[in-house]
């Protein structure tokens, strides 16, 4: 597997085919995904300040998935922050998981940060078992419990 930075120019139809099956997998369909164009802006901006975090995981020429990391500000500490794990339908259960997860940790260990989190609707239970054999821990629902908060020590 490869990791690729995106290229909004060049994976534009992709990162958006890939946020949107996420939002299927996790929430059951894709209805409350938005705009497009304000995707397409939100991950540009986050792809200046974290160019590395924002990859296209590449197999056999294909692409088969997509990371979105970053840092940001939880309760007065910087930690890391994964926008987005996806690995397209038919590499799932492959074990792959683990090498995102590997190259998301050394993205924040290179950023110096002591833990990571995310979150996750509560009906990915797939999502969410994957999460907890890599460690991650629930801390508690949000937004209303329409998903939960995840975190990991580094």
């Given at each position: 597997m490869q990791f690729e930075k995106i290229n909004?120019?060049?994976?534009?139809e992709t990162v958006i085919d890939f946020r949107k099956d996420s939002?299927?997998?996790s929430f059951g369909d894709c209805s409350n995904f938005g705009e497009e164009e304000d995707y397409?802006?939100?991950?540009e901006a986050k792809?200046?300040?974290?160019p590395e975090g924002f990859v296209l995981v590449k197999e056999?020429?294909?692409?088969?998935?997509q990371l979105e990391l970053s840092i940001r500000v939880f309760e007065g500490k910087q930690?890391?922050?994964?926008?987005?794990?996806?690995?397209?339908?038919?590499?799932?259960?492959?074990?792959?998981?683990?090498?995102?997860d590997y190259y998301a940790v050394q993205?924040?260990?290179?950023?110096?940060?002591?833990?990571?989190?995310?979150?996750?609707?509560p009906a990915n239970t797939s999502a969410r078992e994957f999460y907890r054999k890599t460690g991650m821990e629930e801390i508690g629902p949000e937004a209303g419990g329409k998903v939960i908060r995840m975190k990991r020590a580094l």
């Open positions: 909004l120019s060049k994976h534009r939002f299927k997998a397409l802006r939100w991950l792809m200046e300040s974290f056999d020429g294909k692409y088969i998935g930690i890391g922050y994964v926008h987005l794990y996806y690995l397209i339908p038919e590499k799932r259960g492959q074990g792959k998981g683990e090498k995102l993205f924040f260990k290179g950023h110096n940060v002591s833990e990571y989190h995310l979150r996750v609707a």
